[in-house]
């Protein structure tokens, strides 16, 4: 069955630092999104991408954050210089049929910023 | 923004029983998702629902959504370990962005 994949599983930063969170979505999906989960809190819409572009973003994508389809495969999110509330699980989804619908969801991405 | 209101916040249940989950809406639904969420994991689809008053099931879950599309329910019916989790409803609003419901633990004991 096919799944989206992320890595790494845990990444541990320094603050300021720049980070990229890397995912491959499934390969005939089109549509690809990013969500972050701070510990104990609700799932947060980051942002959508298709067609090679930004759909839609939330306030929290603020200009440190930044999404690529560098190679056709892979998706990836970067936090050009991290903060320490940009300590969170980060998930990557894609789906296949429009806008959200069905979405696969990877098994997310530990960001640890100290 | 939208936002969704899940009751209960946890529930913990004796295997084989009954359970409900409500998600309530602060505007009028386009469509509504339910998922589930394993501890320290990703994300599941569970079902979609868009039409006023549609009901949705697959194996011991049903979900439905209210006529004026701004209430949902998610009900298990003989509660099994596998059910643990937590079960989280969303929605789509106007744009392309979507909002995840404050979420409902469900431990299952057997």
């Known amino acids: 069955e096919p799944e989206v994949t992320q890595t790494p599983s845990h990444q541990v930063t320094q603050m300021g630092q720049e980070v990229i969170l890397r995912c491959v979505p499934i390969?005939?999906?089109?549509?690809f999104y990013w969500y972050r989960q701070i510990l104990g809190q609700k799932v947060e819409f980051l942002v959508s991408?298709?067609?090679?572009?930004?759909?839609?973003k939330s306030e929290i994508f603020d200009d440190q954050f930044s999404v690529e389809r560098p190679d056709g495969s892979n998706f990836t999110l970067k936090i050009r210089s991290t903060k320490l509330e940009d300590s969170a699980m980060y998930f990557c989804?894609?789906?296949?049929?429009?806008?959200?619908?069905?979405?696969?969801f990877g098994p997310g991405t530990r960001l640890t910023v100290l | 923004s939208q936002e969704l209101e899940q009751s209960p916040q946890s529930l913990i249940v004796q295997e084989g029983k009954n359970l409900t989950i409500n998600c309530t809406s602060s505007?009028?639904?386009?469509?509504l998702y339910w998922y589930k969420q394993k501890y320290g994991e990703g994300l599941i689809f569970l079902m979609m629902?868009?039409?006023?008053?549609e009901e949705k099931s697959h194996e011991k879950i049903t979900a439905k959504l209210d006529e004026k599309k701004q209430q949902s329910s998610l009900h298990i019916t003989a509660s099994q370990p596998s059910h643990a989790g937590i079960y989280l409803c969303?929605?789509?609003?106007?744009?392309?962005?979507?909002?995840f419901g404050t979420g409902t633990s469900l431990t299952v004991i057997p």
């Open positions: 989804a894609c789906s296949g049929t429009g806008f959200f619908g069905e979405q696969f």
């Open positions: 390969s005939n999906h089109l549509y």
């Open positions: 991408f298709y067609n090679n572009e930004i759909s839609e």
């Open positions: 505007k009028t639904l386009y469509g």
């Open positions: 629902l868009q039409k006023g008053g």
């Open positions: 969303g929605a789509t609003a106007t744009g392309n962005q979507f909002y």
